[in-house]
């Protein structure tokens, strides 16, 4: 399957996982799996849960290698991120859902940077969840 993922850039498979095709802000990301639209939609005030495909990013900001990390020689590892995101794209709430505990300060603190294009449903916009992977890659 073709998908073009935040940049245009068109990748192949389920997932957008180009991450080391693009520029230094994306490299340490990717795309978590799609996932069933959780909120019913007569409910004005649920949260969404959506696919991280289909939030427009506007700023996303890369975590920073811990050098705690770097003098322990760890290998590459992933952090899970939960993104809440409210109706004008600003995340309300991010959590590390797994991965390495030394890398949760800079995953968080790079995450809560993040802005996205609000996520609209019937012409309005609508509170939404949605999981992205960071990977960490020595260098």
């Known amino acids: 399957m ?17 991450a080391n095709a ?31 495909s289909d939030v427009e990013i506007k700023r996303r900001p890369a975590p920073k290698y811990p050098s705690a990390a770097k003098k322990q020689n760890l290998p590459d590892s992933v952090c899970t991120v ?8 600003v995340p309300y709430d991010v959590s590390v859902e797994s991965g390495p505990e030394i890398f949760h300060e800079n995953t968080l603190a790079a995450a809560k940077k993040w802005r996205f294009e609000p996520y609209v449903v019937d012409e309005e916009p609508v509170n939404v969840q949605f999981v992205v992977n960071f990977k960490f890659q020595k260098r």
Do not use: K, M, Y
Request: aromatic share 8%; glycine share 8%; hydrophobic share 45%.
């Open 82 to 89: 939960r993104f809440f995101v409210n109706q004008d794209g």
């Open 2 to 18: 073709l998908v073009r993922d935040w940049f245009g850039v068109v990748c192949l498979g389920a997932a957008l996982s180009c």
């Open 22 to 52: 693009h520029a230094e802000d994306s490299e340490n990301l990717d795309i978590g799996p799609a996932t069933p639209n959780a909120a019913d939609a007569s409910d004005v005030d649920a949260v969404r849960e959506i696919s991280s």
